[in-house]
């Protein structure tokens, strides 16, 4: 007993720079008061009041964000805090802020319940499908407010996780987001057969990929001695231990993150989880956790892996490829909307990819990636914002011969969702054209100019489906009995105005962001 | 006994954890598979700890241990609403999401 008192006084606490993990330690804060409220308000407040603090919190995060960027005495290359465990330098700054954004949007959509009575999540998530409770259920006014701890929780997880600076850490922020997503896939108020579906696939896939992650964190502990990413990088610099370690290890890690990324072969969850899961899940899924998947990969492959990068760069540059290909030719294939912008992300993944293993000196590869993250984000958040407003008498009509003729019933949706489409393709004037520009200059610039051709490539192939849309919604004839576009309240409203609006003033003013994104490279 | 031995058993485990997981088609077994995954990694974690002489690998089992049983709360939900609505387990039978 004694002893051990007497080894407990040797251990020295870490030291905690509170200022700069005051987001994370806000939303993940707000998160377990968000459950507390769910277990003590009766229930005809609790949408209210829990709408209420979610805003706040994210407002609260972003206030502190703010202070601390601001502040004088912040060092440039960033601190890391709680032992090593979070280092917070510029990427990890920006990202934050990325997320906080986009999760104010998601949580507008997520809330609103103008476009379906009551909200698109389900009342009681025990209810069967298809039995005379679901039938009440679906016109009843009301849903799971769970909602919001859960999305509180999966954004918590999401900024640790592109900030985690071992690869500890990293797992615990990976679980932390994904278990919320995997329960927030299975909750929509209509077709419910299809979002638990969307769940259980999402869910058996994303542990499977956990699994292939953690494996890789062993092996690379074996190899290191210590998960920390520095740690990593010196072992990688001289070591006695046996290289096998290192590149099976990099391997299943890396298997993992591409897995939350939808990257190009371990992208088969992302059209199915993407249809079947209610749209503003599905918005904050393709927008925060696309952001947060690549935060973690440019965090992983630029701190522990820039000295073997020239052992793994082929076969990411292989990947990349694959995911391009795919996204831009089966996207061509596809009736669903959400299908559609699901392989389109897919093939926004592989330009991602690019960007990310552009390992150039001063750290233009990470900028540019992080830019086109941002872009991207914003633009997913309103095109599915306007997918949840076409709606037939069961629901979203999201089938494209639907949408045709969209133009003479709402000459402002159709013109918006055209706007977003030309974004996604990458056309200039928009966000997107300035995101692939940079990207693309950074590839070049580390060399990756036959990869570059063709990215190019594959975005002239999937500009054909975006224009598909474009041409099926002023060029058609509207069906007869064809789906109404809903008239949004304020929060729908909000969240697509500030979509569309940061999407054109990106691609007019790129400067205001870009220059943020280069102040600083990631912390080693 | 080397402990090479056990870094060969864990990567056993973890094989026929992922082939349980792609061939076998009841949605129980196949989580449980994933579980089996989880838990070889934790062998090799020991493993690395005993060969690396630091206890750091140790506490990592222990954060598996607990992100597992987290995983199986939220499997195991969203799996029993699914086995509610269609009487069934089986991850062939759930085919509406396709192309």
């Known amino acids: ?524 | 006994m080397t402990p090479t031995y056990y870094l060969l058993l864990s990567a056993l485990l973890f094989s026929i954890g992922a082939v349980g997981v792609l061939v076998r088609r009841n949605a129980i077994v196949v989580f449980m598979c994933v579980e089996l995954m989880l838990n070889a990694v934790n062998l090799s974690l020991v493993t690395f700890a005993r060969i690396n002489g630091s206890l750091d690998g140790q506490v990592m089992a222990f954060f598996v241990m607990v992100v597992a049983a987290a995983e199986v709360v939220v499997g195991l939900a969203i799996i029993m609403s699914i086995f509610r609505t269609r009487r069934s387990a089986s991850v062939d039978d759930s085919n509406l999401l396709k192309y």
């Open chain 1, 1 to 524: 007993m004694n002893l051990l008192v007497a080894q407990a006084q040797q251990i020295e606490a870490p030291e905690i720079h509170y200022g700069a993990i005051a987001p994370v330690l806000i939303v993940l804060g707000a998160a377990c008061v968000s459950v507390l409220l769910e277990a003590l308000l009766p229930k005809h407040q609790r949408w209210a009041v829990q709408l209420l603090l979610s805003l706040l919190t994210l407002l609260g995060a972003t206030a502190a964000l703010v202070l601390y960027v601001t502040a004088d005495d912040v060092p440039a290359q960033g601190v890391a805090t709680l032992a090593g465990m979070l280092a917070v330098d510029t990427p990890a700054l920006f990202l934050w802020g990325t997320l906080l954004v986009l999760a104010f949007g998601s949580i507008l959509l997520i809330a609103d319940r103008s476009v379906e009575p009551g909200g698109v999540f389900v009342a009681q998530a025990a209810i069967r499908p298809g039995t005379v409770q679901d039938r009440a259920q679906a016109t009843k006014t009301g849903m799971q407010t769970e909602v919001f701890p859960l999305t509180l929780f999966a954004l918590g997880g999401m900024m640790t996780f592109v900030a985690s600076n071992d690869l500890l850490t990293m797992f615990i922020a990976l679980e932390v987001l994904s278990l919320p997503l995997y329960l927030l896939c299975g909750l929509a108020r209509r077709r419910r057969l299809l979002s638990q579906e969307a769940a259980v696939k999402y869910f058996l896939l994303g542990a499977f990929a956990s699994a292939f992650f953690l494996y890789g964190v062993a092996l690379l502990y074996g190899y290191a001695g210590s998960v920390k990413l520095s740690a990593i990088a010196t072992a990688a610099a001289g070591t006695d231990r046996s290289d096998t370690l290192l590149f099976a290890g990099f391997g299943l890690l890396v298997v993992g993150l591409l897995f939350k990324a939808s990257v190009g072969p371990f992208h088969t969850w992302t059209p199915d989880v993407y249809q079947g899961a209610p749209t503003p899940v599905t918005a904050f899924m393709a927008a925060c956790t696309k952001v947060a998947a690549f935060g973690g990969i440019l965090r992983v492959l630029t701190v522990a892996f820039e000295n073997t990068q020239w052992e793994w760069r082929g076969v990411l540059y292989g990947v990349a490829v694959v995911s391009m290909v795919i996204g831009a030719v089966l996207g061509l294939t596809q009736t669903d909307v959400k299908r559609m912008i699901a392989y389109s992300s897919v093939a926004h993944a592989g330009f991602l990819l690019i960007g990310s293993i552009a390992l150039v000196p001063d750290g233009e590869g990470v900028s540019a990636t992080m830019f086109y993250l941002l872009a991207y984000g914003f633009t997913t958040i309103a095109t599915f914002g306007i997918v949840s407003l076409v709606r037939n008498s069961d629901g979203e009509a999201t089938h494209l011969s639907q949408w045709a003729g969209l133009a003479k019933r709402s000459p402002i949706v159709a013109a918006t969702f055209t706007f977003l489409l030309l974004a996604l393709a990458g056309i200039p004037l928009t966000s997107g054209f300035i995101g692939k520009f940079v990207v693309f200059s950074a590839a070049i610039e580390a060399g990756l100019t036959p990869l570059v051709v063709i990215a190019l490539v594959a975005s002239a192939v999937a500009a054909f489906f975006y224009l598909r849309v474009i041409v099926l919604m002023y060029f058609s004839e509207p069906a007869a009995d064809g789906p109404t576009v809903t008239v949004p309240g304020a929060f729908t409203t909000i969240a697509i105005t500030l979509g569309a609006v940061v999407t054109l003033v990106l691609g007019l003013w790129p400067t205001l962001v870009l220059e943020w994104a280069g102040t600083g490279t990631f912390l080693s």
